[in-house]
């Protein structure tokens, strides 16, 4: 039974079984990008059971315009950055100019984030800014399109594409500022 | 096929993480449980608690009055 089906026969049985589906099947995506966000383990517990609280309150207001999974993950990654923009956690990392790079080879930059050392990955992310790190997951963990990251942000394409970048950049510079001498 | 440490780290999380899931989904079920509750009260209550706030202002008194003065010379 694909997600659209089940969310239907929810909305028309209101039997909890359809809704529990869903949650077996997300649950951990949503708690893998709590902890991710929000760092603490008690804390991303609780928030992938509010968020699916929130989901289960607002289901008839889902349009069905996207797939069920990109809803879910936006109310996620907003959920989490509202939090942490309410208890002020993220720390801001500025980009001087003189530290942009060469992003015409975009392919190859995609390929030496997503091949960065595990734990390594989690330390650079660990010291992103919450938006910057929130649209590296949605692009990277979720392979969600520029369209679906449009949406999820409410943001035109070309300020995505933007944000991208941006978010790159600032990846490799934590990256090159961290490890650049430990190789 | 290119290496992807997002997901490696997302697999890492959920392994961490173990069977919390079930006492989340647990948590969740009873918050449905006091919703559904809540819901069959308003839709059995209100109603009737709308009837019963209608026919308080029918009894009380000056309703009648109210409703003379309104147009006195009717």
Redesign the interface.
């Known amino acids: 039974m694909s997600d659209e089906e089940a969310l239907e026969q929810y909305l028309l049985t209101q039997n909890v079984n359809y809704f529990n589906l869903l949650y077996d099947r997300y649950t951990n995506k949503v708690y893998s990008k709590c902890i991710s966000m929000l760092k603490e383990s008690e804390l991303a517990e609780d928030a992938t059971q509010e968020i699916f609280v929130k989901v289960l309150l607002s289901i008839s207001k889902f349009s069905g315009k996207s797939k069920f999974s990109t809803w879910l993950y936006s109310v996620t990654y907003n959920y989490c950055i509202d939090i942490i923009r309410k208890g002020k956690k993220e720390i801001i990392v500025s980009l001087e100019d003189n530290t942009k790079l060469d992003l015409e080879d975009d392919g190859m930059l995609d390929a030496e984030i997503m091949e960065t050392n595990v734990f390594r990955l989690k330390q650079v992310l660990g010291l992103m800014n919450v938006e910057d790190k929130s649209i590296l997951m949605m692009k990277y963990q979720d392979d969600l399109s520029i369209k679906e990251i449009c949406d999820v942000m409410e943001k035109t394409e070309s300020a995505v594409k933007m944000k991208i970048l941006r978010a790159k950049e600032r990846f490799l510079k934590i990256y090159q500022e961290n490890y650049s001498r430990s190789g | 096929m290119?290496?992807?440490?997002?997901?490696?780290?997302?697999e890492?999380?959920?392994k961490?993480?173990g069977n919390?899931?079930e006492?989340?989904?647990k948590?969740?079920?009873a918050?449905?449980g006091l919703?559904g509750f809540i819901g069959h009260l308003i839709e059995l209550y209100l109603p009737s608690a709308g009837q019963v706030l209608k026919s308080f202002d029918l009894t009380s008194p000056g309703a009648k009055d109210k409703k003379q003065k309104k147009y006195p010379n009717k």
């Open positions: 290119t290496k992807n440490s997002f997901k490696e780290l997302e890492i999380y959920i961490e993480r919390a899931s006492k989340t989904k948590k969740i079920s918050n449905i919703f």
